[in-house]
């Protein structure tokens, strides 16, 4: 029997059939520091592995591990629509965001970055900010999203949400036949630092909004934002969000939240927002299109982060992330469109365009040429 058949019909190497289609999974244990991290990396294919660090005080090592492989596969998929060099990559530390950061563990947390040797490149992701990352970049140069005073582009929030936007225009133009972000309602999950950017920016158009978050100082903040808007806020039970008589809900929290327990409460006529794997599983993106419910590929219509990020690699320029960002509404007119053509979900359809760019990446023959710099090495001059 072939090795990798052997090792397959064993149940003793899950782990090996659960990381399949990665490339490498980092378990990185520092107990000085109390870091527990993994960093997983799906696919170099496209470039360096790409993507932000996850903080959250996650219930076991397979939640950890399972949140992992699927942002950092959503990642591959991301740098593929946004057409970067980069691949997919995605790390996440266990531990409370509001209780277990220390600079010390940020550090141990670079150092393990930095042992991948240029493989993996992060920056924010849900729980933790730029600052955290300060204390990381001492260790290694693989830090995207750092704030302009320490040489990055910046909060990478800030273009996320502005796609967001950008993607919420487009699927207006699909409901209503008009750009306009005022008059809708919207469900919003989640008011961090994306969500709460898209709500202002709707508030400020006008736009009627049911919002929920498990923190009460971001709905204070909000109610505040909505009090000096032309739009209105009604805040919600979290349980209740999915069953909002609104327009649109705007997932900018949790994955996974699109399921066969959600799928039956929305009364919603699109799904649009931030957050990274957003369907449980491809199933759900079907049953969304027999219920008529459109639907904005996830890591089409949140790639604004990742078009900031990567733009570090040239020497940030806002003009071009802007002009890149605002792209993210022809592309989800696209993806609309496909879908309508071909019959298939919206989110099989930006999938099969992702995976042929992947597909024909690989084939291409990247020779070597002794004369030209490697382009990545001014990264660790
Ligand atoms: N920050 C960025 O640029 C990007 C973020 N994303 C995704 O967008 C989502 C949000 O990211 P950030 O705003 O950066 O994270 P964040 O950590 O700043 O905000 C998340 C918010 O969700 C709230 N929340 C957590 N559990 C909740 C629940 N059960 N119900 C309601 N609210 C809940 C938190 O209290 C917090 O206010 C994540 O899925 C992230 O992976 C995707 C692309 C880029
Ligand atoms: O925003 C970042 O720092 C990297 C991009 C990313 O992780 C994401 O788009 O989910």
């Avoid at 090792?7 to 003793?12: C, H, L, T, V």
């Avoid at 393990?112 to 600052?131: A, C, E, I, K, Q």
């Avoid at 909505?226 to 929290?253: H, L, M, N, R």
């Avoid at 199933?283 to 969304?288: D, Q, T, V, Y």
Wanted: net charge negative.
């Amino acid at each position: 029997m072939e090795l990798a058949e052997r090792i397959r019909k064993s149940r003793e190497f899950d782990l090996f059939e659960r990381m399949a289609e990665h490339e490498q999974v980092v378990f990185c244990n520092d107990p000085a520091t109390g870091l527990r991290a993994i960093i997983a990396i799906h696919s170099t294919t496209l470039g360096p592995a790409l993507g932000g660090c996850r903080m959250q005080p996650y219930n076991s090592i397979d939640e950890a591990l399972e949140d992992a492989l699927r942002l950092s596969r959503g990642m591959s998929y991301k740098c593929a629509a946004a057409d970067v060099d980069f691949g997919g990559g995605k790390a996440v530390i266990i531990g409370d965001p509001n209780t277990d950061k220390t600079p010390e563990l940020f550090r141990a947390f670079g150092q393990f970055v930095n042992s991948l040797g240029g493989r993996f490149f992060t920056g924010t992701d849900m729980g933790t900010s730029m600052d955290d990352f300060i204390h990381s970049m001492k260790e290694t140069n693989c830090i995207v999203g750092l704030p302009a005073a320490y040489g990055g582009g910046g909060d990478s929030s800030i273009p996320t949400a502005a796609g967001v936007l950008y993607g919420l225009k487009a699927t207006n133009q699909i409901l209503f036949g008009t750009d306009d972000l005022g008059g809708v309602t919207y469900a919003i999950q989640g008011l961090g630092k994306v969500g709460f950017k898209v709500a202002s920016g709707l508030l400020e158009e006008g736009a009627e909004l049911y919002v929920t978050d498990i923190s009460q100082e971001s709905l204070r903040a909000i109610e505040a934002k909505a009090a000096t808007s032309a739009g209105t806020v009604k805040i919600v039970a979290s349980e209740d969000i999915y069953s909002q008589q609104a327009d649109i809900f705007v997932p900018c929290a949790l994955g996974g939240i699109i399921n066969d327990f959600t799928i039956d409460q929305f009364k919603v006529k699109a799904i649009a927002g931030s957050a990274n794997n957003q369907l449980l599983d491809e199933s759900h993106g079907r049953k969304l299109q027999q219920r008529g419910i459109l639907y904005a590929p996830d890591y089409i219509i949140n790639s604004g982060g990742l078009i900031q990020v990567a733009d570090e690699l040239y020497g940030i320029n806002q003009e071009r992330v802007l002009a890149k960002t605002k792209h993210i509404y022809d592309a989800i007119l696209e993806v609309y469109k496909m879908s309508e053509l071909s019959g298939i979900s919206t989110m099989e359809s930006a999938n099969k365009m992702c995976e042929k760019r992947i597909e024909n990446k690989g084939k291409r023959n990247d020779f070597y040429t002794s004369s030209v710099k490697p382009k990545w090495s001014f990264r660790h001059q």
